[in-house]
């Protein structure tokens, strides 16, 4: 086999080594989110670039389940958001592992459905 042939051949396994298991758990997470989703309200503490690049924009927000308070972050889509720190978003998060959650506004999207 020429070494060509065998550098695809690995390029291959290793795509599906990394990218699988990483596709798997997004599925998990918004299956579970769906069967064990709870929506409660966030507020915005932080409106900020992130992304390669800075290309992106993400809102960062704070919550509390049962007196724990989590923080994570989200999509903002700043043509049509206007979002301020301090506001209220909803969230839906996971009972049994409230750290995985995501705002309300990208459960709306056609990925989720």
């Given at each position: 086999m020429s070494d060509f042939k065998l550098y695809i051949k690995w390029y291959i396994i290793g795509f599906f080594i990394i990218f699988v298991p990483?596709?798997?758990?997004?599925y998990n997470s918004k299956q579970n989110l769906k069967e064990n989703g709870v929506y409660t309200n966030a507020v915005i503490y932080k409106l900020e670039k992130c992304g390669k690049k800075s290309r992106n924009r993400c809102i960062r927000y704070n919550y509390i389940v049962d007196g724990v308070k989590y923080e994570n972050w989200g999509k903002w889509y700043p043509k049509s958001d206007t979002l301020s720190v301090g506001d209220s978003i909803e969230i839906i998060y996971n009972k049994e592992n409230p750290n995985d959650c995501m705002t309300k506004r990208d459960t709306e999207l056609k990925w989720w459905q």
């Open positions: 990483i596709a798997m758990y997004g």
